[in-house]
């Protein structure tokens, strides 16, 4: 579904560099970034859904290289949900998940009887029918969270990108968020990639964990052989305790590790 080969970028103004970074993502996989700050799990995200350029290598999606197609063609395709959204905005839940159709909507940006239910459907899967006429200026963190994640869904996209889409949240309205991840690729078999600061929760919620630092790829696998405690003191230079929990894996810092 999607591959990113041989990626490379560098931003000099703050000697910043992803160093030949390869991927390969299968349809229906939900995979999470994860590494230090500064590792460069946004800028991937970035370079993935075409908004910056890396300076060689080539991203494909669906069998298209997504810097050869138009924007409103890769929207059809992929949706990101950035970091940061402006939750000040003065529209209603329903005209804010109007959005989400524009790439479908042509150039008069006039919405059809199929696209009003297609929002009615992101809607209802985000579980925000009942909050559609209430302005977001007057919703809950969590909520607005669903509000911008149900503009994505609207794209009808095959591959949805979140950019750390729990930060700022309480715990519950983090595992609500999650757990609608998960039910948009179980039941609509959406291909997820995100990037986490969680760990725990990247490994719960994840079939594969990418780890990055300074711009390299350290670790690629399934979640119970990524999280070991050699990741843990190499990359962020903790020593951790690793405990299962099912067929899932969770860490406890420990301490700092000392060479």
């Known amino acids: 579904m999607l591959r990113a080969d041989d990626i490379n970028y560098e931003r000099k103004e703050t000697n910043f560099q992803l160093k030949n970074i390869d991927i390969n993502i299968q349809e229906g996989e939900i995979v999470s970034l994860i590494g230090p700050n500064g590792s460069g799990k946004s800028t ?3 370079v993935i859904a075409n908004l910056i350029k890396p300076n060689s290598g080539a991203v494909h999606v669906d069998g298209q290289q997504v810097d050869k197609m138009k924007g409103s063609e890769l929207a059809k395709i992929l949706a990101m949900l950035p970091q ?5 905005l003065d529209l209603t839940v329903r005209e804010l998940v109007e959005f989400g159709r524009h790439p479908h909507s042509g150039k008069k940006m006039t919405l059809t009887q199929e696209d009003q239910e297609i929002i009615d459907w992101a809607l209802e899967v985000t579980g925000l029918s009942h909050l559609q006429n209430r302005l977001l200026t007057s919703m809950s963190g969590g909520e607005r969270q669903r509000a911008w994640i149900a503009v994505t869904v609207a794209q009808h996209p095959k591959v949805l990108l ?3 889409p729990t930060t700022y949240l309480d715990i519950s309205h983090q595992l609500e968020v999650m757990e609608l991840v998960k039910e948009l690729n179980a039941k ?3 291909t997820v990639i995100m990037v986490l600061h969680d760990i725990n929760q990247a490994a719960q919620y994840s079939d594969r964990i990418i780890v990055l ?8 696998g399934l979640p119970h052989c990524v999280l070991c ?3 843990f003191q190499t990359i962020f230079e903790i020593d951790a305790e690793i405990h299962m929990r099912g067929n899932r894996p969770t860490f406890t810092p420990i301490k700092i590790h000392k060479e």
């Open 84 to 88: 940061m959204n402006n939750h000040m």
């Open 229 to 231: 405690k050699e990741m």
């Open 188 to 190: 609509y078999n959406m």
């Open 162 to 164: 979140l950019d750390e």
């Open 213 to 220: 630092k300074r711009g390299t790829l350290h670790y690629d």
């Open 44 to 46: 991937l995200l970035r």
